[in-house]
């Protein structure tokens, strides 16, 4: 009878192990899970301000909302913005978006497409919650008219006014020291804390496509990797990523140039003006010629190891070609590069490289 109820006291003793063991398996998920969202991330890569691409976007979230009932977008916008427009959809006119309007002009956002994109899913998607994961952009006058807001109607204590206070000052370092890689991994924190704020739901994200590549590194120093790249090595497959660049490429140049180079003069095809001064803040913006019947006068051209991807031309691009690029600086001056599409790579992707001109 000893016996038996020994062996019965170790079996119990067995089965209360295991089941702490799968009570301590559950607990860990629970906890380690707590804080994260498990829901699905759907980016995609624009070049900004294009009608085509604010088009097709505009049809992607309202298939997200009015199909699967997403209801949380994230741009690449400061968070205070993002709460300003949050704010805006709620209200009954646009004098909020009106004054974000002006706060953008010299940048890729004052455009009229972009304001008719924000009013098109106020008025067709209501529901959507905006999430801005930038630095600070236009802190001395978004970022500074929200915390008086905020302060108006007695919120200086609340976790609205310390975030916003919080991006400021990531925008006041990211202009002082024009530190890219700063913005970078400061976008991916801010992505990762509102993303994990959510209950395990599904978003959409729009940025430019140099934050969209789950194999990039950051497009202005290369010495960190993109945004989506570091969001993938978190979330792994709960990350999916699309580039819509390619519906901005022009089909045909808007005019027909001369340019000389040494003592012979090309004809060359331009195809417009990109702006990118939200990327690079040295910058306004840059613009774009095919040289023709080029490419055999500097093939041979040394090449000083700076590459441009194909997706941040405006056009389409064909190996065997040759490019000048202008780049129109925040001072006022202009710096000129030559490209020629060899057929090379760099981190996967199709890119130009550029060459030096020797006239000696």
């Not at 994961?133 to 919120?155: A, P």
């Amino acid at each position: 009878m000893e016996a038996k109820r020994n062996k019965k006291v170790i079996i119990a003793i067995i089965i209360a192990a295991v089941a702490l063991i799968f009570l301590g398996y559950f607990v860990m998920r629970f906890t380690s899970k707590r804080g994260q969202s498990s829901g699905e991330i759907f980016l995609y890569g624009e070049k900004h301000s294009n009608k085509d691409i604010l088009e097709k976007e505009f049809e992607l979230w309202a298939s997200y909302y009015q199909n699967d009932g997403v209801r949380d977008l994230f741009v690449e916008l400061p968070y205070y913005t993002a709460e300003y427009m949050n704010l805006w959809m709620k209200s009954d006119n646009d004098d909020i978006l009106d004054l974000l309007y002006q706060d953008w002009a010299g940048t890729a956002m004052y455009s009229q497409e972009v304001i008719d994109f924000y009013k098109r899913i106020k008025n067709e998607c209501p529901e959507t919650v905006f999430h801005g994961t930038d630095v600070g952009h236009q802190y001395d006058t978004t970022g500074k008219r929200f915390l008086e807001y905020l302060e108006s109607i007695g919120q200086k204590q609340s976790e609205l006014y310390r975030l916003s206070q919080e991006n400021i000052k990531q925008g006041q370092y990211y202009y002082q020291h024009s530190d890219n890689a700063y913005r970078e991994n400061t976008m991916v924190k801010n992505f990762i804390r509102e993303f994990n704020s959510l209950n395990d739901v599904d978003v959409m994200g729009i940025y430019g496509s140099a934050h969209t590549n789950i194999e990039a590194m950051d497009y202005a120093t290369n010495s960190v990797p993109c945004m989506a790249n570091q969001l993938y090595k978190k979330y792994g497959n709960a990350l999916h990523t699309e580039d819509l660049t390619s519906l901005a490429l022009n089909n045909e140049a808007s005019r027909i140039d001369t340019i000389k180079i040494g003592e012979k003069e090309y004809t060359a095809l331009y195809f417009g003006k990109v702006d990118i001064s939200a990327v690079l803040p040295d910058y306004q913006y840059r613009e774009f010629w095919i040289l023709e019947n080029a490419y055999d006068d500097f093939k041979d051209n040394f090449k000083t190891g700076n590459v441009l991807p194909y997706n941040n031309y405006p056009m389409e691009i064909e190996m065997g070609q040759i490019f000048v690029i202008d780049y129109m600086m925040a001072d006022g001056s202009t710096v000129r590069e030559y490209h020629r599409s060899d057929g090379n790579t760099w981190q996967g992707l199709p890119v130009t490289e550029e060459f030096s001109i020797d006239y000696d």
